[in-house]
């Protein structure tokens, strides 16, 4: 489990994450859900240490992470595999490089067992005959799917998402949230997942956990939310005319 | 105050830079690729300022000692001081402060928004060190090449210069350039150019480094790369020559 307790970040004199406390939980996909610009990324990045949390305590399977010293946190790092918004993808190596270069970096394994789980990687997110391609050479999908195989090829324990399915076409949203669950469930990962997409949240979301303003606002899962009496958190899911018309059908069927 | 900062923020970066790589292997790589794309694509643009400064150079100390009196060998003798102790080592790293600083500062600039030195810390890399400790090694190693090589190609170009428009004869311009030469000259020349290169390598790399927003202020920490760096050149320029010259 990961628990965040009572963390706090700003930057200067602009508050973004105030007193927040969440718990993740192992094998489920966590979404994080709430409009841009209401501290998600900061929130992620704080959890995994790219940020530095001005107070509070997070904590990875029983280890305080948040005061650990650099070499420390470095070894609870190469448990933790992240999928960044745009990919994050080193632009100078091709697909296989990028895949190989955790491996390269930190494992002991031979040329022909590192190529061979790079392939298994690229293999689990459908992404095949791309080894050699460079990310400019590819797609936004297929990005996502390297950045993912990235992410997964050190067999991680943790697995950060920001917003994984920002700009792609509906249909390739879905593929890429169900790979984020199936890898979820198969390989017992602890999941978190930015998200602001309504879609992800019913399809996906095990636990979702509504920010506003960098507060905490409402938990629950994918099916309490659509129930949930929660003003703001009605605003945002009922945002968009999809949405509107889901809750009347749902409410013309409960009548 | 902010130069203050600003000073502080390139020491503690180039602390994270000096730390014992991860893998030696993959430091090797990324040292070989930064000599192709730091050091070998420079190569060009050297030979063609070099020859053409070399032969400038040339003709203007000529009509400058356009007197009875002196010796006209002079002009190879002077030529060849003001390329070995000036041309080549300041010029040409200030050229190449243009050209690579900016590249250096673009290339990691880009990286930091897209979140690739995120990515890097995230997989436990330290990537100062990773990115910028092989442009350092490698632009300390190139760099003295490319200076050696446009001395050479600047007093050839001197020469041409002298031949073909007469000004000084060729065996003169020969004679000239052996007189009175002191290789510590060289020396000084090459010292400049390592510390140049390091200057060039590492302030332009805190500038991508540090860099926050978007492509604009990518574009914005490649331009203060290339003025900042030329800047503390200068002023290196200066103090090394006090010290070694005098
Ligand atoms: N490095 C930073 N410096 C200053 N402000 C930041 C920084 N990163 C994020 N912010 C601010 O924090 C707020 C939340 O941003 P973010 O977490 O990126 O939102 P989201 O991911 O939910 O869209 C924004 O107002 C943003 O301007
Ligand atoms: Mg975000």
């Known amino acids: ?255 | 105050m902010h130069a203050f900062n600003y000073i502080g923020r390139y020491f503690i970066l180039l602390r994270y830079v000096f730390v014992k790589p991860e893998k030696r292997s993959i430091y090797w790589k990324m040292i070989i690729r930064e000599i192709d794309v730091l050091g070998l694509d420079s190569l060009g643009i050297t030979l063609i300022i070099s020859i053409f400064v070399g032969a400038v150079i040339t003709i203007q100390t000529a009509s400058n000692i356009d007197n009875p009196l002196y010796p006209n060998y002079l002009v190879g003798f002077a030529s060849r001081e003001s390329i070995i102790l000036e041309f080549s080592p300041t010029i040409v790293s200030l050229i190449l402060a243009g050209k690579v600083g900016s590249r250096i500062a673009s290339e990691i600039g880009t990286m930091r928004i897209t979140e690739q030195i995120d990515a890097l810390e995230m997989m436990g890399v330290n990537s100062a060190g990773y990115l910028i400790l092989p442009k350092i090694i490698a632009s300390v190693f190139i760099n003295p090449f490319l200076v050696i090589i446009s001395m050479f190609v600047s007093i050839w170009g001197g020469w041409i210069a002298s031949v073909t428009t007469g000004l000084v004869s060729s065996s003169n311009y020969i004679y000239g350039l052996q007189y009175g030469f002191k290789p510590f000259t060289i020396t000084y020349a090459l010292i400049k150019t390592v510390v140049f290169a390091f200057i060039i390598t590492t302030v332009s790399s805190c500038e991508g480094y540090y860099t926050r927003g978007s492509s604009l202020d990518v574009g914005r920490a490649s331009t203060r790369a290339v003025v900042y760096s030329s800047i503390v050149i200068l002023l290196f320029n200066l103090i090394l020559t006090q010290l070694l010259l005098i």
Not at chain 1, 6 to 12: L, M, R, T
Not at chain 1, 29 to 49: C, E, F, P, Y
Not at chain 1, 185 to 193: N, P, R
Request: proline share 2%; charged share 30%.
């Open chain 1, 1 to 255: 489990m990961i628990e965040v307790r009572n963390i706090s970040k700003s930057f200067g004199e602009k508050k973004v994450i105030k007193d927040f406390s969440v718990n993740f939980e192992r094998g489920k996909t966590n979404l994080v859900i709430g409009q841009s610009g209401s501290g998600k990324t900061v929130l992620l990045k704080s959890i995994v240490g790219i940020n530095s949390i001005d107070s509070g305590q997070i904590i990875y399977d029983g280890r305080v992470y948040s005061e650990m010293d650099v070499k420390e946190k470095k070894e609870i790092r190469k448990e933790i595999g992240m999928l960044f918004q745009g990919g994050a993808l080193f632009d100078y190596m091709t697909v296989q490089e990028n895949v190989k270069f955790p491996l390269d970096m930190f494992s002991e394994m031979s040329e022909e067992e590192k190529i061979e789980r790079v392939n298994f990687c690229l293999n689990r997110v459908n992404l095949t005959n791309s080894n050699k391609l460079y990310p400019s050479e590819l797609s936004g999908g297929m990005k996502k799917r390297a950045a993912i195989a990235r992410a997964i090829s050190v067999n991680p324990k943790y697995l950060f998402c920001d917003e994984p399915n920002s700009g792609l076409d509906p249909k390739s949203s879905i593929l890429i949230d169900n790979l984020i669950r199936e890898l979820t469930v198969e390989f017992q990962t602890i999941t978190i997942i930015n998200t602001h997409d309504m879609n992800s949240v019913v399809e996906i979301g095990d636990k979702v956990t509504f920010i506003l303003k960098g507060v905490k606002w409402w938990e629950g899962d994918r099916n309490d939310i659509l129930f949930s009496d929660n003003p703001e958190l009605n605003e945002f899911v009922y945002a968009t005319e999809l949405m509107k018309k889901l809750k009347s059908t749902k409410a013309k069927r409960t009548n």
